[in-house]
Structures are given as C-alpha cells and as structure tokens.
C-alpha cells in the first residue's frame, strides 16, 4: 500500500535531530568554515557521547544470539539514517561529516569477522572520539576503482602496503587524532584487475603510515580530507576484510561484494544533499515571509512573478529527490537490490542540490552572494554532493547499464 | 509507514489496465489519431473494465469500491501508456461522476449516477479550460449569475472533450467576482440546454482521435438545484488538485511509454558499427527519461496519497501536475531525438507523444480520477 | 572590424523576399500541412520563374571566362543566403523545402564537371520546374553515411546501382513529377570503407529507379520525402560526380569532400530553424501587444512575470543561435574553413528552435495547441531542424572532436 | 557589412591584456583570493597598460583613443580571463571616469579627469548596487533630494569596490519618487564627505581579492554641481547598459577560462583506460560550453556594438548580460563537474570560478567598459 508517512520512530528521532542541528550546528557552521582545518570539539564530543551510548547497544545486540520467534517489525534502518542524515546536513554538511565513526566503521560492521568487530568496535562504546576512514581514490584512480595501484603483498604473518590515497573523509581524525583507524583498498594482483582487489584495516599510528597533507576546500571546510601514504606499512594478516583468494581475472564478484556498499552509501549522500538543499529553500521562504514575499501555487505565468517559478522548480526537484531517495532506502530496508534506485537518487539529488542552492544564492541577490548568511556556503557545501561517492556522471553510467542491461563492456 | 508497494487490489487493477493498454489501445491508437476517430467497439470495451462504476456507492448503482487517488493514479498512468486520447475518451464521465460523490446533493446523485453504472457507456463531460492565454481558475471569466430560481450562465469554454454527444456537461464558472477561486463553482448542465452552444470540432495538434469542442453559453439558464452540491456548493480546488494530479498521472505514461520505445529503439538501432544505446549520449539521455519518469510518478503518488488522506494538497497537486508537464515534454522530446529521422515520421509513435506530451501544460481540468 | 549590420544589399533581398513570405506563403501555410502531399502549385511556379531567371544570370556568368583586374566586392552570398532562407522559413518552411532546385543541385554546381553542368544544371534555366535531389540515407545508415550500402558497379559503359534510399528530400519531385535529377551517394568498393563511397546524378525517369513511399511526417508536409528503390538502374559512365577512383583504406579524402558540404548546408538548415523560431516569436509579442502583456526588460524577478522571463530567454537563445549562424556563413564566404562553427550553429539554432517553439505554444494555452494558429506547426516543423542534415548529436560529436582535436576513433 | 574579424588597434588591445592576463594576473590569483589582498605592484604594472587613460581626451591628459565598448568587451573579456577580481580592480575607476567622459559637465571633467590620467593608480569607484533581494535600477531606494544648493543623499549601498581608499565615488540616487528609473542620477562624492560612512569590508562567496565594502549615506550633503551632468543630469539607463555588456564581456572571460582548463584537464585525465575526454558524456558537456562561450560573446558583442552606433540597446544590452550570467554559471559548474573530485580542490582553479561565476545574476553596476 502507497504510504508517504514516515513512522512516529523516524519522525521523533527527525525531531530530535532537527533540535541539535539548530542549535549546536547551526551557531558553529561559519566558525568551522572560516577556520579551516580546526576541528569542532565541543560538537565532536557531544555526538561522541551520544554515539558511545547508541554503539553500545548496537554491539550488545550483535554479540547476542538472535532470539527467534520473536516478531520482528518490519525494517526502517535506511529510512531512519536518511532522515537523521537529512537533519544533520540541514544543520550543517561540514560538521555532519565530522561526526566520529565513518565509512570504515561501517565497512567493518557489514563484512568484517566477529573477531575483527571485537578488535576493530569495541573502541567506538568507550574513551575519547574515534573515526574509521575508508581510503579508496588515488590520484589517478577516481571513479575508476579497478585502476587502484596501492599494493599488498604478503610477507610471512603481515600484509605490506604501499601507495598514496587520496581524498580520504576523516582520514587525519581517524590515524593520526584519534586512536581510529582506516579501511584501504590495495591490490593484491594487479594482473587480476578488479578481482585483486582488498580492503585492509591499518591501526592508527601504525609505522609506515603517513598524513601527508590536507585538502583546502571549496566547502565541507569542517571535514578533514587527507592524502595518507603507506611505505612498507606492515599490518597483521587477518586485518583483510573478506576472504584474502583472489577470484580468476573475469570474475568480479568480490569486487561486486566491495562496490555493493554504495548502493548502501549512495542514498545517503543523497540524504545528505538534500538536507543542504531544504536548508536553502527554508531561509529562501522565511526571508519571504518576513519581506512578503508571496509564493502562489496554481496561477497563471502570466501572473506569476519569475521567482515564483523558480521557487516551485526548487522545490519540486528537491521532493523529486527525496522521494527517490527514501525508496532507495526502503528498498534497502527490505533487502531488495537497489542499486538502480541508488544510483538514481544520488543523481537526482546532486542535481537538484546544485540548482536550489545556485538559485538561492541568486534569488537573495547580494546577500545571498554574502558570507554573512550561511547561503553562499550550502552552495559551496552541497557540491561535494554530486561529486564524491560516484559523480552524478557515474551514477547516469550506472542507471544507464541498468536500464539498457548493458554490461561494463557494451556502454564504457 | 513509508511504502513503495502496490496494494493486492492496486496491483490487480495496474495489471488489467496495463493488458488492455497493450492489447486494446496500442494496437489502435495510430489510425484514431490519424482518422480523428475511436471506434465505438473500442468504447465499449473500456467501458467493459467497469472502472468508473467502480467507485460509484452501490446505492446508485456502482461496485461502492472506496474511491483512491492513489488508485487512480496509477490506473490513469497505465491509461495513457497505452494511448493519451483513447484514456481521455475512456475517463470522460468521471469529470461528472466523481464530482458527484464527493459533493452532489442527494438529488443530484440520484439523477445522474445511475446513468454512469449501466451497461454502456454514456458520455459526460466537465467544461473548464478557456481560450484564454492567460487563463487560471482565479481569473475564470465564465459568470454565474443567480437570478431568482435559476443560475444564467455565461462565457467561452474550450477543451470540452466529448462535448457534442454529453448527456450533461458539468461547468465551472463564477459565481461572485470578488471571491477569486473560492466563488467559482460547477453546474451540472442537461444535453440541449437552451444558451448552451456546442461548436465545431477544435482542431488541435495533439489529442486528434478525441472529439474536443469549443461550448458557448448564452444566458445559459439553469435551475438553482444543477448547482453541484446546491446550497453547500463544491470545493474546486480540491476537484482541480484531483485534476492536477490525473494529468500528472497520465504524463508519467505518456512518459514511460516515451521512454521505452527510445530505449528499445537505442538497442536495436546499429550505427558506426554498434548499438546507439552504447554511446554515452544516448545513454545519459535515456538514464535521465528513467529518473524523471520515477521522479514524476513518485511525486503524483505522493501527491494523491495527500489527497487521500484528506492532507492539504494545493500544493503537492499542483507542483506534480507542473513537474509532470515540464518532464514530458523533455522526455517526448528526447525520444524523437532519439530516433532521429525516424522519430519525425508517423510510423513511430514518437512524434505523437509529443505533439501529446506539448499539451500537459495546457489541460487543466481534462480529466479527473 | 566587429560589425553586426548586414549589407544594404542583403537588406533589400531580405525585406523583399519577407513580402513574398508573409503574402504568399503565410496563407498557403496551412492548406499543405493538412494537405499533406498536395503540391502548392502556385507557390512552386511562382519561385520558378524567379529561380530560372536568376539560374541563367548565373549560368552565364559562370560559363564566361571570369575578368581579371576588376576589384571584386567581399563575398557575402553565404550570409545572404542564410538571410532569404530565414525569412522563407518565417513564411513556411515546408513551402520553403518545396521550392524547385535542390541539394542535388548545389552539389552539381560544387563539384561537377563543365559537362555534367551543361548537362545538368542548364534545365533550371528554362521550361517547367525542376528538382534535383540528394540521396545519402539509407535505412540503416543514418548518421553513420560510411555504413551506406547501396552500390554502384561498372558494366561497360554504364555504372549499374543498386540499393535502396530513404528520406530522400523532394526526390518524388525530382525523378518522377519533373525532368530532374538524383544525386545518389553508393559505394563502389565496401571494403575501402568511407572512400568508396561516389556520389552519382541519376536522371528522372531512369529504368530502375522507382519511388516506393511517401513518408508522412510530424511536419513540413508540403515537402516530399520519400523512398527511392534502384534495382539495377543503369546510368552513364560520366555521371559520377568526382573521381571514380578509389582511395587506399585510410585516406578518407574523397570523403572528407563529399562532407565538407555539410559545412554549407548545416548554417542554411540553422538558418532555417531561425526563420521558424523568429515567426513563433514574432507571433506571440503581437499577440502580447493586442492583449496589453507587456515584456519589460531589465527589472527584478521579483516584479518580472514568469512570462516575461520565458520570452527573454527565446529571444536570446534565437538571437544567440543567428549570430553563430552569421558568423559560419561569414566565414564560408570567406573561404575560411568553417567546419566547428557550421556544427556549432545547427546544434545552437536546434535546440533554440525547440525551446523556442515549444515555449510559444505553451505562452498561448489552449490557442497554442489548436491547429487554428500556425504556432503548433511551426512546433512541427521547427523540429525537423534537429533532426536533418545531422541530428544534435552528430553536431555535438563534430564539435567535441574539433574542441578536442580528436579523430574520429579517439572520440566515437 | 557583417564582420566577425577585430580590427587592427582591437587585436593589438587583445594581446597585449591575453599576454597581460596570463604572465601577471594567473600566477597570483588564487594567492589572492586565498589572501584577500591584491599586491601594489601588481596595481602598479595593470596601470601601466594604461588602459583606462587611453580614452580620456588628451585635453585631459588622456591618450585621446575614441572609446569603443566593443574594444571595451575584447578587453573586459581577457582580463576576466585572467582573474575577475584583478580584472574588477583594474578596471574599478572607469566607473568613474568613461561616466565623466559620457555625460560630465567641462568643470567636472576638468576637476577629475587628470587625476585618472596620472603614473600611479588612483581609486575610484561606483556605488550602485543596493542590498536588497528585489534591487532593480526602477526601485532604487538610494534618495538625493535637492535641498538649496545641495543634495541630499541618505540610503545604503553595498559591493562598492576599493570604497575605503576611493578618491571619488559616483553614487546612483533616486531624486524624484514618481519618476522610476528615469529619475535616477548619478553623483560625484569625494572622499571624506561627511555623511558618507564606509562600512567594514564585505565577505563574499567570491570576489574575494577584491575589497569591497557597504557605503552608508545619511544627510550626506553634496553640492549641486556634484550631479554627474550638472543640470541636464546623465542617462543612467545607458551607463547602466555599459555596465551590462562590460559584465557580460567579464562573464565571457571566466568561461573562457573553465572552458580551457576543463578541455585540458579531459584529455589528461586518464580513466577507464581512456582520457575522460575520450568518453561523450564528458565531450559533449565540452562541447556545449564551447558552444556558450562563443553564442555568448557575440551576443556581448552585438549588444557593445549597438552602443557604439547610438542605437537603442536595452534590450540587448541587458539579454547579453541575463544570458551570460546563466551561462558562465553553468559552464563554470561544469567545469567543477569535469573535475571531478579534484574540483573541489583549491589546488585547481575551477572553484574559485565557480564561485565567481555565481555572483554575475548579481553583479550590476560593479564595472563599467
């Protein structure tokens, strides 16, 4: 049955969220945009204790056995982290991006062993904040992942890496600040292309593993990004995630296993960009409002002002975009493959993101363009959007093979 | 709770829609809109589908199946995914009869609704498009003056489809000036009403197999009780946003059946040795159609799901119907380009759903679900 | 010196040539689209007699030996041509595709010998009308003319073609209701790819050649288009236009000839579409000016009107897309090598015709859509624009290539 | 006749501002947009081009050159090229000074003139843009009303470049309520008028080399000989066309420059085993900003030509400026999408045009050609 309502769960947990992020994000956004590179600490710690709490739970749960017969409500783990995501980068996307944990908590989390989440977890129930990187891109591997050159080689009871990631989300945080760590994609047969391909998780401060510099930014300034190099970086054996064989050259199934966890990730950024998009058309209304400003629904264009139009275009595309998104989700929710719909929201939102935050810049005319308000910096923000996990230009390849039932070979 | 899924009797009814489409209209939609017929066999056999007495109370003589718009939605979709003109003519009486549920007087619904459950279809029809460039429902230019036991109606309507042959045409017109879009209200208006003018066929550039007329009104005098609801009156904003969101509903088919003609064409189609589908250009063009098609139908759904639950919707209705109306063209479009030359000759249905898919913009009030 | 005034002389013909538009095209301008097939008789005689006087001006001129010392005024018959041809296509443009000649014609003139022109070009200066049509299409070569099947083998004294053609402009008028011609593109060696491919000039009337369909189209209906079969249609030696010899495989020489007239024709198709657009927006500022709908120029979004904004942008995207057509042709004029700025003008002015088009009908309602106004046909037939003589993305592909210097295997 | 060619002294005038562009204003952009802050010697060595002078009539110590607003748009384009907020610098007393030379009473031009004249740069600068989301040359709530021998001038305009250090600023003010955008003049302010406040200085998105400030008037009391003018006062809607076009020209320029570096960056950049530029989703984004920049630029030019032949250029002047605007936005977001990641990167320049680019929608009155 056709449902647009979200639980009373997800939308008490929006309003809580929705709480925080006006209070502590939004007074510190500038702050931490300004100031590039200085970490948020008081926002920091108090999600820290939050997600201490919350991670403890989660890890009792899953070292518990599983009780049977018991009924289960139905899932709503995707829809509720789309809305929680939505909130915070409403608040703000820097300091969203901030938050302790990671991609690499949660790549561990989903394919990780029980003795590696005994290792690698438990440190997110207790201490000081922790962040868990993925590092993925290299210089001249983006969007192509199989033309990944960072090196593991085995050598008696350690893995030795060696390469240079780049654009690593939290990297500095996660090896260097805080006793984290990072997830990293290395080949392990550079003759086996995509199939030689691993993910390692290296301890923060491990010997041979390096930060080497800090990204300055368009936006997300809050939000460390960091190239970290790995010279003869040793790390015990069992820090693979997944089996270590390496599948012959035309399979691609561990790799698909690895690429798989966008589906998951893509409808959150997409969640994401739609937060800063909704932070946008709100201060766009209420400006309205105060001056006002009228925004009729149903009247001629004739009649109709020109920003008239350009509101409802905004808002349209940016409910298009949402509503791709939570059924990404939802599809999710109930383990349905969703990488179609994945690839669609992300696409979706990165354009809708990029045409409300540009048009609402222009439409408060010189103070949109002002670093006075925080409008000129969703704009800035919300770009990254469409561009990190998969740019929308990869995300219409993927729709686009999907939807032809192409393979990688027959559209490139 | 959030969901995605069709109802058991959702997807019953998509299903059977979606074989008639196939079977029944696909097959014909060509030659009526080249001959600017429909064959009355087809009539009846839509009319077989039963679907507009299906909501009909069973005290009138329908199924009493509760009305959805959601339902509608996704039904209208299937529809127009099998023809745009062929669905209007199918839909005709429900632009009189669902009106009728949700606000005729218990006189008014006895007269007309039985009419609508019988055995073969009858037409009806709603007048409220004008020919005016600018026209809107606050500005609506067609006046009903009360004048002691009657209402005297006139003004210029256009767009009324099945005009000529309508047992009772339901029009819009104000009935007080300064009351903008709340003093407009409908009227249920007999075949040959005196003052009622039904001119030639219009002659449009898309919708061609659909009988749409020009309807003049004349001191057109009614009595006071053909005003929907009588006293009471209608709400007709909410009719148009139930309006709104059935055109948006029919984009997304037009859309979709847009969308997968040029899909299937790019596969099949060869040129400098491979596939078109195979090159990015028309790849990413055809990848964005499939995201605008979900995208628009994601946002009609959500827009009758408010109506359903009785949410405001002025909104959410209108920005569907403006969304819907935006990405058909787009979507029609490219699925010419597409097919390139082809798509500009009349043995591929693309360039039908264009001159179709041109008019979304235009149609207020069309149809109804 | 930048300068955007036409020639006096140019101005003339332009303003002359709109009378005979706006008197005698306007009002024939509906009578043929719902007619579609009928020829417009009248139409076609009257642009005849003006044609063969104008034809035997040039015939003589070209046949006399050229004087030498005598100081020639710049070239500007590409910019002239463009000019008529947009004012034409203000009045109709499937009249305007309808009037005798052709590109059969202009390719004899460009290419063929003094003997192929007396033989072929000395009709269009006298008796009934004439056309000369160009057949490249074929059923599964589109865009991609190297895939051209049709054959032309030498038997003795004859090249003996086989094949069939598609969308063959006024080729019914060519080569079965008039003593003309078909240029017919056939290769004469599959195996040497693009450079076997000749053009030859089939007379009307010629045993074998049969037109099988008459296409009925969204728009310019006034204009044939049809289907021409050769079933061992035998012609001349002599009526291969160019060198009957085949380039080795690479050499795409020949070819590049045989294109090259593309770079003449794309801005006369652009300047077409121009022509449609400017009626279309002609059209709805005159109906603005009746109903006191004002476009006011230079005012806030605030207090502009939806309508306002949209009127705006086609009069700059029309205006955008004739100047780039200016700019080719006066380049062709020129002799300078206008090969990106022809594909940059014909994808510029298709997709400002549709836009333009496409908006006007919308601008006028229910009036739009109704077959009452020419608006919903100049739709029709302004698409055509998009699709002819390179669809959008052939251009696209042409421009990308040369932005890039890349060859055609770089960029696919 | 129809000519795309420049002349002689135009093509000089372009390279020598290219040669100046890339050898003195690309090597110390991004230090300072990062810095906020344009080096002396680099104001030094843009004086010495001499650009600005070349125009004035040697009876004021100018070179005497005929100004061309065509030459204005080739030069306005080239030094956006190199970097807008260098090029706004360069060129921020013309805002002052080509207003003087257009419409200035002799004392005025005699008064001010030669200052602009001199070895060494002199500020100067317009204040025309109020803020306010709705501005627009019509509303202007800037007021001058004439009070004895004086004017008046109380309101709040902002992205007023070098303010702080302006020698004189020419203000833009409303002197008759009733007389809409027709009433609008414009006056010369010196600086330390009292009543004329210099705020702090702004923070924008971009721009940010440049200082720009908020300027406040309240009873800031000017002499009547201070009107641009004099008695018969200025067009304003004519300088503001200048304006236009010299906006249009810059936004040629910033997408000239992301077209370029975007092409360059496609075909280096290997994925997939091919250089991105290789692939059409990619090419054909390449092709279109190519595309713009010229459709763009000769709609620059028309609308600067046209100005020079005294024709009526309105319409031009502000389509060229509207249509520039939504094109160097998207060709510069583009060029950030082709990109990719590294984009978003300081390292790589598209950032900092994609953030100047944003602001042209908003940028009236800032340069004049």
Known sequence: MIDFEISENIANMKNMVHMLAENMMRPAARKYDEEEHQKPLDFINMMWEDSKRRNRARFEASTKPKQEGKPEKPAENSVMFANVIEELSWGDCGLYLCIPGGLGVAAVEAVGTSDQKERFLRRFTEGEPKWGAMAITEANAGSDTAAITATAARDGDHWVLNGEKIFVTSGKAAVQDSEGFVVVWATLDRSAGRAGIKSFIVEHGTPGMTVTKLEKKLGIRASDTCTIVFEDCRIPLDNILGSSEVQKKDSTSGFKGVMATFDATRPMVAASAIGIGRAAIDFVKEEFEKQGVQIRYGISPYRMTAVERDVQQMEANLQAARLLTWRACWMMDRRMRNNLEASMAKAKAGLAITLVTQKAVELMGPLGYSRELLLEKWMRDGKINDLFEGTGQINMLIIARRILEYTREQLK | ?369
Chains 1, 3 share one sequence.
């Open chain 2, 1 to 369: 709770m959030l969901s995605f899924e069709l109802s058991d009797d959702q997807r019953m009814i998509y299903e059977t829609v979606r074989k008639f489409a196939l079977n029944e209209m696909r097959p014909i939609y060509r030659e009526c809109d080249e001959g600017g017929k429909i064959p009355p066999e087809f009539i009846s056999k839509a009319w077989e589908l039963f679907l507009i007495p299906n909501n009909v109370p069973e005290a009138y003589g329908g199924v009493g199946e509760p009305r959805s718009a959601v339902t509608g939605a996704i039904l209208a979709e299937e529809l127009a995914y099998g023809d745009f003109s062929l669905a209007v003519c199918m839909l005709c009486p429900a632009s009189v009869v669902y009106p009728l549920i949700e606000f005729g007087t218990e006189d008014q619904k006895q007269k007309y609704l039985p009419l609508f459950c019988e055995e073969s279809f009858k037409p009806a029809s709603a007048a409220f498009m004008e020919p005016r460039i600018d026209f809107d429902l606050p500005s609506m230019q067609t006046k009903a003056a009360a004048e002691g036991g009657s209402y005297v109606i006139n003004g210029e309507k256009c767009l009324v489809p099945l005009a000529a042959d309508a047992e009772v045409i339901l029009v819009y017109a104000q009935t007080d000036a300064s009351a903008d879009a709340k003093g407009v209200q409908a009227f249920l208006v007999d075949k040959g009403t005196a003052g009622m003018e039904i001119s030639e066929r219009e002659k449009n550039m898309g919708l061609k197999a659909l009988d749409t007329r020009k309807v003049i009104f004349k001191d057109c005098r009614v009595p006071k009780e053909s005003r929907l609801g009588g006293e009471a009156g209608c709400n007709v904003s909410k009719l148009l946003n139930y309006s709104f969101v059935g055109l948006a509903a029919m984009a997304v088919g037009v859309s979709k059946a847009a969308f997968e003609y040029a899909r299937d064409y790019a596969k099949e189609r060869v040129a400098f040795g491979e596939p078109i589908a195979s090159r990015q250009a028309i790849a990413f063009m055809l990848a964005e159609m499939a995201i605008e098609v979900d995208a628009t139908r994601l946002l009609t759904w959500e827009a009758a799901w408010r109506l359903d639950k009785g949410l405001e919707s002025d909104r959410e209705a209108y920005l569907a119907k403006q969304y819907a109306a935006e990405k058909v063209l787009m979507i029609t479009d490219r699925a010419v380009q597409v097919l390139g030359g082809h798509g500009y000759i009349r043995e591929h249905p693309v360039e039908l759903w264009l001159r179709n898919g041109r008019g979304f913009a235009t149609f207020d009030g069309l149809v109804t679900i």
